[in-house]
């Protein structure tokens, strides 16, 4: 048997070299879980020399705060806070709540915005009812004081509950029935850094709940971490690990995890060290020497299976490029389609909600304008048959013309609001002018200047109503909320009867602006109507206002040729404008 001898000794060296690498690895092994060890008690001394910082200044904090309400927001105390927060660098900031029952809600909000104007508690929902106490009775954590405030800390808000996160509502109860430090959950605030909050109640009866905010990763110096290592930490209370740090370096063959947890006292977690294996690791010389008849061979091996699945990976990967381009391109389709069908549904939607107005308008004018006018007719005749001013049904007769006559002038005011019977009058040019007319803005001391350019009567209804919808919103947000004194709306249509045909709408003022990255904050929702009428029309809006330097809106509408009359949309004109209610009678006021 020829091979005999060869397969022999083919098995004798791959013993002898198993054999080997096992002791050789395994030695490695323990020298390397050592050192683990040695790293992980490191900064587990570190974790408990910071936490005791961050307790120590959470105590220093009570002892500062054990002053009277006045003293507890002067710039005096508040400096003090900023210079000790210095001495814990795991503290992220420092907090001051104050405990409030149900009954003293208004009177503690009262008491807040005479040194905070804007203070509102927040949490106020039925969707996340408060906390309550042993007697059922609501209780609520406001913050009244965060320390520092810079934006780098990101601080919450200034009346935000604190008992209503869940992860702090434990601690919070913990504190208020006991004088120790608390601990809270774990938690990440807005996908951040994992923070842990100590809580404290001084021994005083001032209402008053201390806590500081412990960025955990700033808890451990990683610098002496090889590359690659992964730190967790895992609370007592929670399933799932909290990432700490990881380090920036290749990947490793394997992580070699170990834990060790830390008194219950001291801090309720147990921390992690995955440790990176790496090939240099271990005694690779040797295990070379003795594997490098064997090494050629396996080389030449892997690099051809290597190639081949280079190979077959770059097919499958021209395959997957070209079917997710055929996807994406199908998908661009469907959505431009949804998007014109969305635009459509939107002018649609315009469309039907201006028809309900002028019926609105139309039903006010027919029913309750005859029914006044009856009413007013009969008082009237009360009048004279009772002429004696000094009679009861005389005076009675005056007291139901007059209310009548009140409620005629606010239904014709309401008529108008629905539907301005001047743009079908008049056409929009002059109803934009008598709307501005109406709105009497230089008794509130704004200078309109108004400039209006080119063939803009000879536009269909859709363009004419939405315009004229835009501009009274604009009007509207330039008395509620610019504060200007200057104010300009320029209209103008470009290249008429040609290609380009199109409106710009430039509606400019002096006023105090506003973030636009806030829009449908604080009653902004004009802004987004004037954008889906615009959006419907196939047009555009842009917005440009910063704080303090005004506010400039720029809409701008391409003049479509009319569709055809099978498929288009019905448009408003198609229904009669409401006359006056009685043209013997106007009213004291029009207004939109």
């Known amino acids: 048997m020829p091979s005999s001898p060869t397969l022999i000794a083919g098995a004798f060296w791959l013993l002898i070299n198993l054999c080997t690498f096992t002791l050789v690895i395994r030695q490695d092994l323990v020298a390397l879980e050592r050192h683990q060890q040695t790293l992980l008690s490191t900064l587990a001394d570190q974790v408990i020399e910071r936490m005791q910082q961050s307790r120590e200044l959470l105590l220093q904090t009570a002892r500062l705060t054990d002053v009277e309400q006045d003293v507890l927001f002067s710039q005096s105390l508040r400096h003090e806070l900023e210079s000790i927060h210095r001495l814990a660098p795991a503290v992220k900031r420092i907090q001051v709540q104050q405990l409030v029952r149900n009954d003293a809600v208004d009177a503690f909000e009262q008491s807040m915005r005479q040194r905070y104007p804007d203070f509102l508690l927040h949490g106020l929902s039925a969707m996340t009812p408060p906390a309550t106490e042993r007697t059922g009775t609501p209780v609520f954590h406001p913050l009244v004081a965060v320390i520092p405030d810079t934006p780098e800390v990101q601080p919450p808000l200034l009346g935000t509950d604190l008992g209503l996160i869940p992860e702090l509502k434990e601690a919070l109860q913990a504190t208020r029935s006991s004088h120790d430090i608390s601990y809270s959950r774990v938690y990440n605030q807005g996908r951040g850094q994992p923070l842990l909050n100590l809580f404290l109640m001084p021994p005083t009866e001032r209402q008053h709940i201390l806590s500081v905010v412990v960025s955990l990763p700033r808890l451990l110096d990683s610098r002496t971490l090889p590359p690659g290592s992964r730190i967790t930490m895992t609370q007592d209370n929670l399933e799932h690990e909290v990432l700490l740090v990881t380090t920036a370096g290749n990947r490793p063959l394997f992580m070699h995890p170990m834990s060790q947890p830390f008194p219950q006292d001291r801090l309720p977690v147990k921390l992690t060290l995955e440790y990176p294996v790496y090939w240099h690791d271990f005694s690779l010389w040797t295990l070379l020497l003795m594997l490098s008849l064997g090494s050629l061979g396996c080389w030449l091996l892997h690099a051809w299976l290597r190639q081949r699945q280079a190979t077959n990976s770059c097919y499958l990967e021209s395959a997957e490029v070209h079917s997710l381009q055929e996807h994406l391109r199908q998908h661009s389709e469907q959505l431009q389609q949804q998007l014109q069908e969305n635009q459509r549904l939107t002018h649609k939607i315009l469309d039907i909600q201006e028809r309900e107005r002028r019926h609105l308008a139309q039903e006010l004018h027919d029913e309750l304008g005859q029914c006044l006018t009856a009413i007013r007719t009969d008082a009237r005749m009360l009048l004279q048959e009772y002429p004696d001013s000094r009679d009861t049904v005389n005076q009675h007769a005056e007291s139901i013309d ?99 045909d199109r409106l710009e709408l430039d509606i400019r003022d002096n006023g105090c602006g506003f973030d636009p990255e806030r829009i449908g904050q604080k009653g ?57 209610l009685d043209a013997s009678h106007p009213p004291a006021s029009v207004g939109v």
Do not use: W
């Not at 004037?530 to 440009?544: D, N, P, V, Y």
């Not at 206002?545 to 448009?571: K, M, N």
């Open 524 to 580: 902004r929702f004009g802004v987004l109507g004037m954008q889906t009428r615009a959006k419907a029309l196939g047009g555009s809006l842009q917005l440009c206002s910063e704080p303090g330097q005004g506010t400039r809106l720029l809409i701008r509408i391409p003049l479509a040729p009319a569709l055809d009359t099978d498929v288009a949309i019905r448009s408003v004109a198609e229904s009669a404008a409401p006359q006056p």
């Open 402 to 500: 007059a209310i009548a006559g009140h409620i005629y002038d606010v239904t014709y005011d309401l008529m108008h609001a629905l539907r301005p019977t001047l743009l079908d009058d008049l056409g929009l040019v002059d109803a934009v002018r008598e709307l501005i007319r109406g709105q009497h803005l230089e008794r509130q001391g704004i200078g309109m200047e108004l400039r209006l350019k080119g063939a803009l009567n000879d536009m269909e209804e859709r363009y004419n109503i939405n315009l004229y919808r835009m501009i009274q919103e604009a009007l509207t947000n330039l008395q509620r909320h610019a504060r200007c004194t200057k104010a300009s709306i320029r209209l103008q249509r470009l290249d008429a009867d040609s290609d380009s």
